[in-house]
């Protein structure tokens, strides 16, 4: 998985500055068109029909730019050049790396983070929004939850920020209870 995000990520920066730059869509704008590109490149009967050797590029364009149909008032010139690109250079297929590199970016820019919050028990909004607040002062950044639910963790919840993670979940110190019992 290291290659696919080294591969894709001189992408998701390129679009990250022509994004930017751009007055029209500006970075949320892209920000939701990537995603929903990402979207559709996931597909598996997409990643199929992009892996079909008997298209060439001008008919992979045309194909997933078919598909897009319902962003044909977002896809600009730029996004055009930009599926382009990406199908001359056989790395169309990495959208869903490429959006999760740009989204990065994105939040880095505002000063924001996605959490990734699991929590053994089904959280109610006044939880996660008093949750959220105090993650934010320790983590110095404005955060935007996602939150699941993983009943293996017993009790608690492990956060994800980055490549940060505060586990105060049961099943963690279950873990390091047998840790230091074993040592």
Not at 85 to 93: C, P, Y
């Amino acid at each position: 998985m290291a290659e696919l995000s080294t591969v894709a990520r001189p992408y998701a920066e390129a679009l990250f500055q022509a994004a930017s730059d751009d007055k029209a869509l500006g970075l949320s704008g892209w920000a939701d068109l990537i995603g929903q590109m990402a979207q559709i490149a996931a597909n598996p009967d997409v990643r199929e029909a992009m892996s079909d050797p008997r298209l060439d590029d001008a008919q992979r364009v045309q194909v997933f730019s078919g598909l897009l149909k319902d962003l044909k008032d977002k896809l600009s010139a730029s996004a055009g050049n930009f599926i382009e690109l990406l199908v001359q250079n056989d790395r169309l297929l990495l959208l869903p790396e490429i959006a999760e590199h740009f989204i990065a970016l994105k939040n880095r820019h505002e000063g924001s983070a996605q959490a990734e919050i699991t929590s053994a028990f089904e959280l109610s909004e006044a939880q996660v929004k008093d949750l959220v607040a105090s993650l934010e002062g320790k983590f110095g950044l404005k955060l935007k939850p996602h939150v699941t639910v993983d009943p293996s963790l017993i009790g608690g919840v492990r956060v994800a920020v980055g490549d940060q993670v505060l586990d105060t979940s049961v099943q963690a110190q279950l873990t390091r209870m047998r840790d230091m019992l074993a040592a």
